[in-house]
């Protein structure tokens, strides 16, 4: 597979990369906001998606430019790569392709072109206290009622659901029971449904969690809220497609995001190291100590980079979800395993400096361990290798 940029994914990739460099001396006051507001500022939020980043997975019918998952990514990578990029702009986009590839099209004509307008963002709901990773054992349920869904149920560890427009809320349309008992498949009986947080009977906890750039993390309870039908994100009973397969995109993006963040980190350690000076007149970098890990970390980045790249171009080739899953998975582990390994060598880079506030890295830190755990374990993924990739036993 060929995995040169088109002129159009470089020249969008440009753009992001003159975007984040506009707004680096900005960096750290938005880091702050955010971490003790939980949102995104309202300007920066509003110059990314003029700059039609938001719209680069959306056809230019609805507003966007239909560049596909390869440039979001790209967009995402970029934007990190300057400390800028944040886990609502993997959400909204996700989100977006989701209503994208599953329609209907009245829900597409009234939702992107105001995500792309940067008068939408979007969280995503989908674990459950007692379901995990397994998406076959959720019990919350949105089950139609005339022209209504009515949702009931809880979702736990979801994130930035104080500052979005809408959550879309993946849902059983009938109880495991009932499937099993009417001999129906496990994939069928799944509802997709963009919900007001604000709707009656929706109602939400904070979560006392560190981590995703200061964003809140919320358990939801649903108790009979009602959602219009036209809400409905594609077929009835039929959103197990259409969930795995933002999955994948789901996971392209977090790697993008970890991708970037690497960069960061070793761009930080890079400067720390050719600066400081502690004995004779030779800088850090020189000691192999210091210049050997660093220089692991930048042949590893390239090797993730190229994974998730696959994984980006075969969701814009159209591949069978099947396909794309081993490499959006593959680069999820490998770009997050990375993200840990530079933030951790950006603080033993720093020394002392490394646990100072004023540096960032500690925080860093804690943003990329999470990768390790969310959105999807590194031991899942394993499983998942395991299993459908090395074709070994089921392990669970």
Not at 247 to 263: C, H, I, P, Y
Request: proline fraction near 4%.
């Amino acid at each position: 597979m060929d995995f040169r940029l088109t002129e159009e994914q470089q020249m969008i990739r440009d753009a992001a990369l003159k975007f984040g460099a506009r707004w680096t001396d900005k960096a750290e006051s938005l880091r702050q906001h955010t971490l003790t507001k939980g949102e995104v500022p309202k300007e920066y939020w509003q110059e990314f998606c003029e700059n039609g980043f938001m719209g680069a997975l959306i056809p230019e019918q609805y507003g966007g430019s239909g560049l596909g998952l390869t440039a979001m990514t790209l967009i995402l990578e970029a934007v990190s790569s300057h400390n800028l990029a944040n886990a609502l702009m993997m959400l909204t986009a996700m989100d977006a392709l989701c209503i994208l590839k599953a329609g209907p099209e009245p829900l597409r004509q009234r939702y992107l072109p105001k995500i792309c307008a940067g008068e939408i963002k979007l969280a995503f709901a989908i674990t459950e206290p007692d379901a995990g990773s397994n998406a076959f054992r959720m019990r919350t349920v949105a089950r139609r009622e005339g022209d209504k869904l009515i949702l009931n149920g809880s979702k736990t560890f979801i994130t930035a659901v104080d500052v979005v427009e809408r959550v879309l809320v993946v849902a059983r349309s009938m109880r495991y029971e009932e499937l099993k008992a009417q001999g129906l498949p496990k994939v069928y009986g799944f509802n997709l449904l963009l919900v007001d947080p604000k709707a009656p009977g929706f109602t939400m906890q904070e979560m006392p969690t560190e981590g995703i750039e200061g964003f809140r993390q919320w358990t939801l309870f649903f108790d009979n809220v009602e959602v219009p039908l036209d809400e409905l994100i594609g077929q009835e009973h039929q959103g197990a497609m259409a969930m795995f397969n933002v999955l994948n995109a789901e996971r392209t993006l977090a790697a993008a995001l970890s991708l970037g963040e690497s960069e960061w980190l070793l761009k930080r350690s890079v400067e720390y190291a050719k600066q400081r000076v502690v004995f004779g007149d030779k800088p850090i970098g020189a000691y192999q100590a210091i210049q050997h890990p660093l220089a692991e970390i930048r042949a590893e980045l390239e090797a993730a980079r190229l994974v998730t790249y696959k994984a980006a171009t075969l969701f814009d080739q159209n591949a069978n979800p099947q396909q794309i899953v081993p490499f959006a998975n593959m680069a999820k582990l490998l770009s997050g395993e990375l993200g840990i390994k530079a933030a951790d060598r950006a603080i033993q880079t720093h020394g002392g400096n490394g646990f100072s506030r004023e540096f960032g890295l500690i925080q860093a830190w804690v943003n990329a361990r999470l990768v390790r755990t969310a959105p999807i374990s590194k031991e899942m993924i394993l499983n998942f290798i395991g299993e459908h990739v090395l074709g070994l036993p089921r392990s669970y």
